[in-house]
């Protein structure tokens, strides 16, 4: 069965610093994976996904994400937030059939 | 707008009432499914269907929980005699058919159905 960790509930950065959320996934062959971002009251907008190919895939409003394998992991970065990225992240994980599998999300804040 | 559209945004029920959420895919787009959102959790997939057929209800609760995608017409999830566990976002998100080319497994989501039972 497929699974995503997501192992930090609540983060807070301050405006201009990094960002690294982690998210680690189980499946048994080579998975599609998913970040999805949720603003509060709001649907889930896609930032990016990785099927193949690059592992270090951009997605919008400045993400990126890289896929390793050997680590089972599709960390998702930003070099500097804004305070506008405040909001919680998904990840997920599919194989062909278009089920998601959700992580728990990570909930992110922005000081400023 | 072309993208999935749900209502009501807000329900509000009293215990023992039915819940009817109704949800219009994007354009194109032959497949439908709902997640469920609790309070501080992430999404929990219930069912997938196609036009007038389920594909996968493994999510669903065995009673009180129905889907359908009718050939005309928006997909429906109906939650009978709602209990006040029942209080939650509903999502639906559609996509092409996994069969489609180029396949994407991109889900593309409505901004859900929040449901408060009293």
């Known amino acids: 069965a497929q699974s995503v960790t997501q192992p930090d509930i609540h983060i807070t950065v301050s405006e201009g610093a990094s960002l690294e959320l982690r998210c680690n996934y189980s499946y048994g062959a080579t998975p599609y994976l998913f970040w999805y971002v949720q603003s509060p009251g709001q649907g889930l907008q896609l930032l990016l996904k990785?099927?193949?190919?690059?592992?270090l895939v951009q997605g919008i409003k400045g993400f990126e994400a890289e896929f390793k394998r050997s680590q089972s992991s599709f960390n998702l970065r930003k070099p500097s937030v804004h305070w506008s990225d405040a909001a919680e992240y998904f990840c997920?994980?599919?194989?062909?059939?278009?089920?998601?599998?959700f992580g728990t999300g990570t909930r992110l804040q922005v000081t400023l | 707008n072309a993208g999935v559209m749900q209502n009501p945004r807000h329900l509000v029920r009293r215990r023992g009432q039915e819940a009817r959420l109704r949800c219009s895919p994007m354009?194109?787009?032959?497949?439908v499914y709902w997640y469920r959102q609790l309070p501080e959790e992430g999404l929990k997939f219930m069912v997938y269907?196609?036009?007038?057929?389920?594909?996968?209800e493994s999510g669903m609760p065995k009673e009180r929980f129905s889907a359908e995608f009718p050939k005309e017409g928006p997909s429906i999830l109906r939650i009978q005699q709602v209990v006040r566990g029942d209080s939650a976002a509903y999502f639906c998100a559609s996509s092409h058919s996994p069969t489609d080319s180029p396949f994407t497994g991109e889900l593309f989501f409505g901004e859900g159905s929040r449901l408060t039972v009293l």
């Open positions: 354009k194109g787009h032959s497949h």
């Open positions: 269907l196609q036009k007038e057929n389920i594909i996968d």
């Open positions: 990785y099927f193949s190919g690059d592992t």
């Open positions: 997920a994980v599919t194989g062909t059939a278009s089920k998601l599998t």
